[in-house]
DNA sequence: GATGATTTGTACGTATGTATA
DNA sequence: ATATACATACGTACAAATCAT
């Protein structure tokens, strides 16, 4: 059976709806019935419920008391003040980085770049999004600060249904890829002030890429 | 009964429960029984695993699977990672503050900041502390980013138990309040730059304050 | 190392508050 | 506006795992 990844049923649930609504299979607003997904996933409620409270205090879910939860509702002005705040912290983690990557940190950071240049090459969209989320999750880590690299990454996880789809636009992975190094450059070279400007300029140019995704996508029905 | 604030009882546990740890009541490390709590506050064992479970995220307690939950003990090491994302996300605020405070936002801060003068001269570790933490909430309210000012009100609220007692150092009052001062000259006159590394070194010299009690009410540091 | 005690994890039942007719 | 239906919040019971002996 499935008994592989979190011990408990909470913590399994919790990391399968979160996937569920990262990955779009739960959109935005979608009503989390208890029951339903206690039936779903073949176990009571209870361990249900945890999930549910454990998502909401991670943002992903609203949980409304007495009222049931829904998986969370990002409104234009709240997905601005995400992609705000991923862009600040991600560029104090660059910030940091530059100060404070080992030798061989920075050699992995190099080397991830390189090889996302022939995915950029490639044209393979998904390849290179996966190369990303490692190449950005190299860039936390290197800031050597748990505390920030959890929360940079818990925004990234929050912002990944909205920019799932960026790196279909033409020529993104190329933008993309060029972004990414002046941000290396940066980081190798220990300039502080530079990384950090790189990364926000960057985080910055992804955002406008999403933007222009949304509103051409949108349009079709939410609920009025 | 009380029946005063959060409308569940899983919202007043968890608030209970909060204040009790920031306030020291519950030390780090103490053992957060489930059923000693429900009896302790008079209901059942399902209201106070939801709370704890709640508390977990946000970093308060410690929820070790099938061992139960400790109020969250921090290392020196997690202890330098919180005051170094506490300091960057301040400084980041401080700057998007200088930014974009609006007028009449900035007078309120202006005068915040003259009050606590008044209170320095004063003496009154109590009311300074009290005014200290309107003063940096109107600076990330001054933001303009309600992720970003979440997040520093939690590690503000992560970090209380060990801020607790520096305002009794002598002197500290008064040098706190001059380093205020450089940080609203900044975020007032529009200065991002400044605003963003007065306020890095005002929590950095609040850390090396804490982490001088610390060294002497504890004796010994680091754990082998 | 095995056994008993304690505590957590999960299931299930009931009552109350919310939404709907 | 009242009543009805239903989902949630909470309590309670049992199972399973950890710990103490």
Redesign the pocket.
Same mark, same amino acid.
């Given at each position: 059976m499935d008994e592989a990844p979190g011990r $408990? *049923? $909470?913590e399994r649930l919790a990391a399968e709806i979160a996937e569920a609504i990262v990955t779009g299979t739960l959109a935005p607003g979608h009503r989390?019935? #208890?029951?339903a997904l %206690?039936d779903q996933y073949g @176990?009571?409620? $209870?361990?249900v419920? #945890?999930a549910l409270r454990q998502l909401g205090t991670s943002g992903l879910v609203e @949980? *409304?008391?007495?009222?049931? %939860?829904v998986v969370a509702q990002v409104t234009p002005e709240q997905l601005a003040e995400l992609f705000v705040a991923m862009g600040e912290v991600e560029a104090t983690c660059a910030r940091l980085a530059a100060q404070s990557m080992s030798p061989l940190e920075r050699r992995r950071l190099d080397a991830l770049h390189e090889a996302m240049g022939e995915l950029a090459r490639a044209g393979d969209p998904a390849a290179y999004a996966e190369a990303n989320t490692a190449f950005h999750g190299a860039i936390y880590a290197g800031a050597h600060n748990a505390v920030l690299s959890d929360f940079a990454l818990s925004l990234r996880r929050r912002l990944q249904p909205y920019r799932e789809a960026q790196f279909r636009q033409a020529g993104r992975l190329a933008r993309s890829h060029a972004e990414h190094a002046t941000v290396v450059a940066a980081i190798l070279g220990g300039q502080a002030a530079q990384a950090h400007a790189a990364m926000l300029r960057h985080v910055t140019l992804v955002e406008s890429a999403v933007e222009g995704l949304l509103g051409r996508e949108r349009g079709t029905g939410r609920r009025g």
């Open positions: $408990t *049923r $909470t989390l019935d #208890e029951q %206690a @176990v009571s409620r $209870t361990p419920r #945890e @949980v *409304r008391p007495r009222r049931g %939860a």
